[in-house]
T-cell receptor, first 113, second 112 residues
Framework: NAGVTQTPKFRVLKTGQSMTLLCAQD?????MYWYRQDPGMGLRLIHY???????AKGEVPDGYNVSRLKKQNFLLGLESAAPSQTSVYFC????????????FGPGTRLTVT | GDSVTQMEGPVTLSEEAFLTINCTYT??????LFWYVQYPGEGLQLLLKATKADDKGSNKGFEATYRKETTSFHLEKGSVQVSDSAVYFC???????????FGSGTRLQVQP
């Protein structure tokens, strides 16, 4: 059981470039989330999904898009990267049942120059 | 909207000292409350949780009690170890979309 995995672990982009972060979970979780972590601000929700084929906006969705074509995968896209998107990105997943504990991936450190 | 406020760090303690990290929240309804821990270079791990008022979550010697009357969920440990050095996040989950709202995190440094 790998749990929640994220690729890549590190990435450096130039302003204006695009990229996709991949999150995969093997726990058959219905819910998946993308957060960003910035110093002194905790984690903030970017987008989330309550099931295959569904997505919704979180608190800081601007500049990001997501897709959930398969239940086990949740992709986060940056169409035109900006320095303000320099951050550590965490994916998480959870069951749809009453138990709402979230399981986190190891994170992706993204630098936009 | 929902929010979580926790004490700023860093908190520096000697080994075997008593730890308290304060956390208060603002939320509608009856959220579930969590403490997550992040060790250097790693993702977040659930430390403990409480899902209703007066519940006490506990794990690895850490405890926190869900206090609805004071909207608090303070983290405590009676005797910290060097291996407890990490960043601790208080969080709540709303019952709708169930996403987590995090506090800003408190860095704990335990010295031998």
């Amino acid at each position: 059981n790998a749990g929640v995995t994220q690729t890549p672990k590190f990435r450096v982009l130039k302003t204006g470039q695009s990229m996709t972060l991949l999150c995969a979970q093997d726990m058959n979780h219905e819910y998946m989330y993308w957060y960003r972590q910035d110093p002194g601000m905790g984690l903030r929700l970017i987008h989330y999904s309550v099931g295959e084929g569904t997505t919704a906006k979180g608190e800081v969705p601007d500049g990001y898009n997501v897709s959930r074509l398969k239940k086990q995968n949740f992709l986060l896209g940056l169409e035109s990267a900006a320095p303000s998107q320099t951050s550590v990105y965490f994916c998480a997943s959870s069951y749809a049942s009453r138990e709402i504990e979230q399981y986190f991936g190891p994170g992706t450190r993204l630098t936009v120059t | 909207g929902d929010s979580v406020t926790q004490m700023e760090g860093p908190v520096t303690l000697s080994e075997e000292a008593f730890l308290t990290i304060n956390c208060t929240y603002t939320a509608t309804g009856y959220p579930s409350l969590f403490w997550y821990v992040q060790y250097p270079g790693e993702g977040l791990q659930l430390l403990l949780k409480a899902t209703k008022a007066d519940d006490k979550g506990s794990n690895k010697g850490f405890e926190a009690t869900y206090r609805k009357e004071t909207t608090s969920f303070h983290l405590e440990k009676g005797s910290v170890q060097v291996s407890d050095s990490a960043v601790y996040f208080c969080a709540l989950a709303d019952t709708g979309r169930r996403a987590l709202t995090f506090g800003s995190g408190t860095r704990l440094q335990v010295q031998p």
